[in-house]
């Protein structure tokens, strides 16, 4: 994995982490940094630890699948992408209760994770062989964008939420896409 596509494609894994600290700076607007932290770490470490995983799963299947498993990644991507545009039409208010506790929190990381999940299963069939490096940029990118978010909700709003889930989808499409177009060209 190249570390220009590395950075886009943490860029957008961490659109949904991001759309819910807008969510979380907006709930409690009087939110600490300690607290800021421990939402934004657990959204990262989740999105860290997810492409491992899903990595890991993809190696174990990797052989029964080989002739199409650009085609697999592809469609997860496309499926993820278009599924972040879907939802960043939907007006959907919804409150955020307890932000603080720990449930609340690793809830909102591994469903905002699960993405992550499957890129990790998508590159593993598109033969990377080292997801750590990405993983730790993954989780970094991530942390930096959760706080960023949950400072945009304390200052100006929840606006931007929808755009930047649509921003998500497009760049998970388009990292499909280059997979696909590596794998057939090169083969």
Request: proline share 1%; aromatic share 12%; with cysteine.
């Amino acid at each position: 994995m190249d570390i220009l596509t590395v950075l886009i494609l943490a860029i957008g894994l961490s659109m949904d982490s991001f759309a819910v600290s807008i969510g979380c700076g907006l709930t409690e607007q009087k939110i600490s940094f300690r607290h800021a932290a421990k939402i934004s770490f657990s959204l990262a470490f989740f999105q860290g630890i997810f492409p491992i995983a899903g990595w890991y799963m993809g190696t174990e299947i990797k052989g029964y699948v080989e002739g199409v498993d650009h085609w697999i990644a592809f469609i997860l991507l496309l499926f993820l992408g278009g599924k972040m545009i879907i939802e960043s039409f939907k007006h959907d208010e919804e409150k955020i209760s307890d932000i603080y506790s720990w449930r609340h929190i690793i809830t909102l990381s591994i469903a905002t994770s699960i993405d992550a999940l499957v890129v990790g299963f998508s590159y593993a069939l598109a033969s990377t062989r080292n997801i750590f490096g990405g993983a730790v940029i993954i989780g970094a990118v991530t942390f930096f964008f959760a706080m960023l978010g949950i400072r945009i909700g304390k200052d100006v709003g929840c606006s931007f939420g929808p755009k930047v889930e649509l921003l998500g989808g497009i760049i998970l499409i388009g990292i499909g896409l280059k997979i696909l177009v590596q794998h057939t060209l090169l083969v």
